[in-house]
């Protein structure tokens, strides 16, 4: 529970600090060489960005939930080599969000000619702000997992395990028919076999579990930064009146949220959370983007897409949601599957899920044209 209020509060403070950024004074001054386009007309622009808000949103709902309803399907359960297949698709649609769209507009942003010479046009702020980002999703990533281990021993070390005391039971028993000479040797063999295979057991349980705080952990890492990125595209939509673009970004986003909406709900799936948590989860996902757009056209009035403090603010967030998304797509979706036994032992499966990554991150840089 307190896992989750932590999550939640980062979202909302994340949101706040967006907000606030995009307030400041500096947000009016708009940039001349930007202001005349001929395509701007807010009119004919506000229907194309209901419009958005409503496809995008059943977009992103299909997405995150078909993995969560399809597992009666046996064809698309986590077991079967589909699912993994699948899986590895939105992975490389994921990674080509981050490499082909979220870092390019950091970059765009901050090399504006909306902003001074120096500093922004001398160093690749882009560049470093993503690098480093990538590097502290590693430190969130691995930190949450100790934490995540930690609790749990903790929790589980004062109290009685029932299959702790099959064992002691077991145990017991077999030092007691050892001690009587009436029994054979291989009767208290076949006993010592049957605990060895208690403790066996036991091991593997709790691989298990550490895998299951794995995939927790790298669900609410992924969400996370899906989350400010789906709320800083929704933005830019919803502030531009650029009916030349939006047409093509409805379409260009629909794809874009139900694919990597995919990728989230397999990791939700893997996760096993209660319901409570995957709707929670499947809600932020869902509206993020739906909210930006709103958010956008309720600050057109005030928020200047090519105003300064907007420029820096938005490519700043653009630069770190795309190192967060590039490192877990690299290392806790595709690594993470790759060298699993599974795959490991399956040539043919690796080659399909390599195909199926080349196809994912493929689609999306040909978005890259409209989006």
């Given at each position: 529970?307190?896992?989750?209020?932590?999550?939640?509060?980062?979202?909302?403070?994340?949101?706040?600090?967006?907000?606030?950024?995009?307030?400041?004074p500096?947000?009016?001054?708009?940039?001349e060489?930007?202001s005349?386009?001929?395509?701007n007309?807010?009119?004919?622009?506000?229907p194309?960005?209901?419009i958005a808000?409503?496809?995008?949103?059943?977009?992103?709902?299909?997405?995150?939930?078909?993995?969560?309803?399809?597992?009666s399907?046996?064809?698309?359960?986590?077991?079967?080599?589909?699912f993994?297949?699948?899986?590895c698709?939105?992975?490389?649609?994921i990674?080509?969000?981050?490499?082909?769209h979220v870092?390019?507009?950091?970059?765009?942003?901050?090399?504006?000619?909306?902003?001074?010479?120096?500093?922004?046009?001398?160093f690749?702020?882009?560049?470093?702000?993503?690098?480093?980002?990538?590097?502290?999703?590693?430190?969130?990533?691995?930190?949450a997992?100790?934490f995540y281990?930690?609790?749990?021993?903790?929790?589980?070390?004062?109290?009685v395990?029932?299959?702790?005391?099959?064992?002691?039971?077991?145990?017991?028993?077999?030092?007691h028919?050892?001690?009587?000479?009436?029994h054979?040797?291989?009767?208290?063999?076949?006993?010592?076999?049957?605990?060895?295979?208690?403790?066996?057991?036991?091991?593997?349980?709790?691989?298990?579990?550490?895998?299951l705080?794995?995939?927790r952990?790298?669900a609410?890492?992924?969400?996370l930064g899906i989350?400010?990125?789906?709320?800083?595209?929704?933005?830019?939509?919803?502030?531009s009146?650029?009916?030349?673009?939006?047409?093509?970004?409805?379409?260009?986003?629909?794809?874009h949220?139900?694919?990597?909406?995919?990728?989230l709900?397999?990791c939700?799936?893997?996760?096993?959370?209660k319901?409570?948590?995957?709707?929670?989860?499947?809600?932020?996902?869902?509206?993020?983007?739906?909210?930006?757009?709103?958010?956008?056209?309720?600050?057109?009035?005030?928020?200047?897409?090519?105003?300064p403090?907007?420029?820096?603010?938005?490519?700043?967030l653009?630069?770190?949601?795309?190192?967060?998304?590039?490192y877990m797509?690299l290392?806790?979706?595709?690594?993470?599957?790759?060298?699993?036994?599974?795959?490991?032992?399956?040539?043919?499966l690796?080659?399909?899920?390599?195909?199926?990554?080349?196809?994912?991150?493929?689609?999306?840089?040909?978005m890259a044209?409209?989006?």
């Amino acid at each position: 529970m307190a896992t989750s209020t932590r999550r939640t509060l980062m979202k909302v403070m994340l949101l706040l600090f967006i907000i606030f950024s995009l307030l400041i004074p500096e947000t009016l001054a708009e940039c001349e060489a930007e202001s005349s386009n001929s395509c701007n007309d807010k009119k004919k622009a506000l229907p194309l960005k209901v419009i958005a808000i409503l496809t995008i949103l059943v977009s992103s709902i299909i997405g995150v939930c078909l993995p969560l309803v399809t597992r009666s399907v046996p064809a698309l359960s986590p077991e079967n080599d589909l699912f993994i297949v699948v899986k590895c698709f939105a992975a490389g649609i994921i990674l080509g969000t981050g490499f082909m769209h979220v870092l390019p507009d950091s970059f765009d942003m901050l090399w504006s000619d909306c902003l001074k010479e120096k500093p922004w046009h001398q160093f690749p702020f882009s560049g470093l702000v993503a690098m480093y980002s990538a590097v502290v999703t590693m430190m969130v990533d691995s930190l949450a997992t100790s934490f995540y281990t930690k609790r749990v021993r903790a929790r589980t070390s004062g109290v009685v395990n029932p299959a702790t005391d099959r064992e002691m039971g077991t145990a017991v028993n077999f030092g007691h028919f050892h001690g009587h000479q009436h029994h054979n040797h291989n009767h208290n063999h076949n006993d010592h076999d049957d605990h060895g295979d208690e403790v066996k057991s036991e091991g593997d349980g709790k691989d298990e579990s550490q895998q299951l705080l794995r995939y927790r952990v790298v669900a609410m890492v992924l969400e996370l930064g899906i989350v400010v990125h789906s709320v800083v595209i929704g933005l830019g939509v919803g502030a531009s009146n650029n009916t030349c673009t939006i047409k093509g970004l409805i379409a260009a986003l629909c794809f874009h949220q139900m694919f990597e909406g995919m990728g989230l709900g397999g990791c939700i799936l893997q996760a096993e959370y209660k319901f409570a948590k995957k709707a929670i989860m499947v809600f932020f996902f869902s509206v993020t983007t739906p909210f930006g757009i709103g958010l956008g056209i309720a600050m057109s009035t005030t928020y200047k897409e090519n105003s300064p403090s907007a420029l820096i603010t938005v490519g700043l967030l653009n630069a770190s949601s795309a190192g967060l998304l590039i490192y877990m797509a690299l290392v806790d979706l595709l690594s993470a599957d790759f060298m699993s036994p599974k795959l490991q032992g399956s040539i043919t499966l690796q080659l399909k899920s390599y195909v199926a990554v080349f196809l994912g991150a493929g689609g999306m840089s040909l978005m890259a044209k409209w989006a």
